[in-house]
Each structure stands twice: as C-alpha cells, then as structure tokens.
Nanobody, 126 residues
C-alpha cells in the first residue's frame, strides 16, 4: 500500500522560508513523477511544482517560479519543496502526489496522479 506523508508546514512571516518534505512508501520511487499541489480555503487545488521521474526535469507554476525549488532523494524516497520569499498568498494546504511513469506533458494535471498525501498546512502572515 502506497503512502505519502508530508511534513514541514507551519506558520511563517512574509519573506520567510519553509522546507516541505514528503516521504513515500513506494518500492519503485524513482519511477514516479512527484508533484506538489496546494489548496487555499475556498479555492480549487492548484499545481505548484513537479519533478519528472526520467531525467529529473522540473516544472513550476508561474506564481512560484524563482521562489520555490523541488528536489528529490530517490534513496530516501523523499521529495522536497524549498519555499523562499513566502507571501501571504502562498497560504494553503500543500499536498504531494505521485504519478507512475507519468508523461511530461501532464505534470501539472492533478487527475493523473495516482497517490496523494494528507497535506500539510502552510500559513504566511503579513
């Protein structure tokens, strides 16, 4: 049974940083595209960042480009999201997700991801 467990969320002031982690209980972790999504109150879930399983290409939403960095450690079956220069509009529940041998063209589409974590709250105060 696949499980994704996020951690690292919290309360931070605008301009601060947080590092989210997502540990996956997946035997073939390296074969999964890993993504981060977020959902703010009253809004739909939106794509934040992804790292493709083949070659490690990274993808970012325009709203976080230059501030957030996704990375992964295949030995530890963990994906990270380093968030810098945080803004109040980054406040949301952040979810990691896994897509087995996913296509590069669909990394931003939540519907293609097979597994999801429970989410971790990030709150940025102004």
């Amino acid at each position: 049974q696949v499980q994704l467990v996020e951690s690292g969320g919290g309360l931070v002031q605008a301009g601060g940083s947080l590092r989210l982690s997502c540990v996956a209980s997946i035997r073939t972790f390296s074969a999964y595209t890993m993504g981060w999504f977020r959902q703010a109150p009253g809004k739909e879930r939106e794509f934040v960042a992804a790292m493709h399983w083949s070659g490690g290409s990274t993808y970012y939403a325009d709203s976080v480009k230059g501030r957030f960095t996704i990375s992964r450690d295949n030995v530890k079956s963990t994906v990270y999201l380093q968030m810098n220069s945080l803004k109040p509009e980054d406040t949301a529940v952040y979810y990691c997700a896994a897509d087995y041998r996913g296509s590069r063209t669909s990394v931003a589409e939540s519907r293609v991801y097979n597994y999801w974590g429970q989410g971790t709250q990030v709150t940025v105060s102004s």
